[in-house]
């Protein structure tokens, strides 16, 4: 009964997991990615380098100078959010959302939202010049479950159908390998299908609790759309009943159209300081310059899991504290803290640095399972190949498919990089224009692989890769920040950072591609495929 159940689970291991995993590559490394989202939006705006390498000033200051220009330009608003510098965005930056117009879509309140922003220099408070039309890090978050050029409905039901399949390859993959934990220290080189198992264990076994972890907890955050059955028996049609409870909000006030002066904001930054020993992170008053304003102050993130902050609540016309919310209970804190927890928006740079190794650990443990189903396959044709045939649809589509994405993926996110600084500026929707080359770079390498899904397609993609990606140093050089000055300004150091591990991931494609070139011997053999050649040159 053991075997047959080991049996069954090592098929349903094997299948719940190829048919998802190229789509799961693309999540990891996105989401891997989004760990330094702040990060990398400050490396795609060299324009605002400048601005963070100066020493950080108060945050009453950088709020005093914020509400300085808001009262300039949007008096009128309905709503102001100052969000304030910390050690991974060194800007202020000022937010306002104006009446919307009749007739205006969503779609349209967000575009002109995203229009009515400034970038502030916390210690004078001058303008900083309006940075590139790019979404840096964000478009890499935002993919990560949202997928692109279509509905973002349409791309989370996608996401969340491969994260099902995720976790089922996980618990069938635990079940099927009875000495998994014996096996993780083990690796056997040159020893063809029997290597590329021992590295797919290592990876999976190396972050196992990781993998299970953001793998049940990107499902949670969503589980009101997968899940819809109980809040429709509890609530019926009626949803914003149920989101108000279980994502309660402060009460929507309405402007009480009488004109009243703000009321001084240090005051409440010192109460809030007090109360919480930090500095807040976001400011947001609602109908400024209202007799009803309220001036809502949210603590930075800390060590807690839950995804929302505390806050206190202050009358905009008087100063007076009128609420303060701490962590939510029950049901409602477990939730947000799952989300929490997989965000990590409370990690310390150690703990980042540890979940963004775990998540290159996930981008190679799907890679590797990929690429093992391939060797294996192509052991049960060996004669067929040996003979001079051809492999069958199923074994080339496949090594078709891992060359697109796993060398593909990174020349398309070199191409991203890369076209960030190249572009000209003042191209119209330029942040697209970004997106479309990644995508365009990834549709060649995908489309090449499928005419070409040789060794030497490996080896040229991932070269490839390694230019881009590991010229991106040389590239901020010219165009930003070189090494010499990122390295020794504190302000700095996320350019840096993430200048130093493109290269480092450039190195290992580099070495990947040396490793992929033709044997003096291969040149009498008749032509197959990569991952057959991988196999004997490793024997």
Same mark, same amino acid.
């Given at each position: ?47 605002? #380098? ?9 945050? /009453? ?5 914020? $509400? ?5 330009? /949007? ?41 009515? +922003? ?25 993919? #990560? ?31 099927? #390998? ?6 993780? @220290? ?19 076994? !190396?972050?196992?609790?990781? #993998? ?34 279980? @994502? ?42 209202? !007799?009803?304003?309220? *001036? ?64 290159? /650990? ?7 399972? +990929? ?12 004669? *067929? ?9 199923? $074994? ?52 090449? +692989? ?16 390694? $230019? ?9 050089? $010219? ?54 050649? /991988? ?5």
């Amino acid at each position: 009964m053991k075997e047959g159940l080991r049996q069954s689970m090592a098929w349903l291991h094997t299948w719940s997991g190829l048919l998802v995993c190229w789509v799961l590559l693309l999540i990891f490394v996105c989401g891997t990615s989004a760990y330094y989202r702040d990060e990398i939006s400050l490396w795609m705006k060299p324009e605002l #380098h400048g601005a963070a390498a100066r020493p950080a000033a108060a945050p /009453a200051v950088a709020v005093a100078h914020a $509400v300085t220009v808001l009262q300039e330009r /949007a008096p009128k608003a309905t709503r102001w959010i100052i969000d304030l510098p910390d050690g991974r965005t060194p800007l202020v930056n000022a937010n306002w959302t104006n009446p919307p117009k009749k007739g205006m879509s969503m779609a349209e309140r967000r575009a002109a939202f995203r229009r009515q +922003a400034v970038m502030l220099d916390p210690s004078t408070g001058a303008e900083v010049a309006g940075p590139r039309d790019t979404r840096g890090g964000e478009f890499l978050y935002r993919m #990560h479950f949202d997928l692109y050029y279509m509905p973002a409905i349409w791309g989370r039901w996608i996401v969340g159908i491969c994260a099902m399949f995720m976790l089922v390859a996980i618990v069938s993959g635990v079940i099927t #390998h009875k000495r998994i934990f014996k096996d993780f @220290f083990t690796f056997r080189p040159k020893k063809g299908q029997r290597s590329w198992l021992d590295g797919h264990n290592a990876t999976a076994v !190396l972050a196992l609790p990781f #993998h299970l972890m953001i793998t049940y907890t990107g499902i949670v955050t969503l589980m009101f759309m997968y899940m819809p059955a109980p809040t429709k028996a509890l609530y019926g049609d009626d949803q914003k009943t149920m989101f108000a409870e279980v @994502f309660p909000d402060n009460e929507r006030i309405k402007s009480a159209k009488v004109h009243t002066p703000l009321a001084d904001l240090a005051p409440m930054l010192a109460q809030a300081q007090g109360a919480w020993g930090q500095a807040p992170a976001r400011i947001i008053v609602n109908h400024p310059n209202d !007799l009803n304003a309220t *001036v809502q102050l949210v603590r930075q993130a800390g060590t807690q899991l839950s995804n929302i902050e505390p806050s206190l609540t202050f009358s905009g016309a008087s100063g007076a504290l009128l609420a303060a919310s701490g962590e939510p209970s029950g049901v409602s804190a477990m939730r947000r803290a799952f989300y929490g927890l997989h965000v990590a928006h409370f990690a310390e740079p150690l703990l980042r640095a540890l979940f963004f190794l775990c998540g290159l /650990a996930g981008c190679a443990m799907v890679a590797t399972g +990929a690429l093992l189903w391939g060797v294996k396959e192509r052991q049960k044709c060996a004669k *067929v190949l040996a003979s001079g045939g051809r492999p069958g649809f199923g $074994v080339r589509l496949v090594d078709a498919l891992n060359i697109g994405t796993i060398a593909g993926l990174p020349i398309a996110l070199g191409a991203y990089f890369w076209s960030n600084r190249l572009l000209p500026l003042g191209l119209e929707n330029r942040a697209a224009l970004e997106a479309n080359c990644f995508f365009a770079a990834w549709a060649c390498a995908a489309a090449l +692989a499928q005419l070409r899904p040789t060794r030497r397609m490996w080896q040229l993609q991932l070269a490839l890769g390694a $230019v881009l990606l590991g010229g991106v140093p040389l590239l901020n050089a $010219v165009t930003g920040t070189h090494l010499g000055v990122s390295l020794f300004t504190p302000g700095l150091r996320a350019l840096a950072g993430v200048d130093l591990v493109l290269c480092a991931v450039g190195a290992l494609l580099g070495c990947a591609a040396w490793w992929m070139r033709p044997k003096v011997h291969a040149a009498r053999a008749p032509r197959i495929a990569p991952m057959q050649n /991988a196999m004997e040159a490793a024997k």
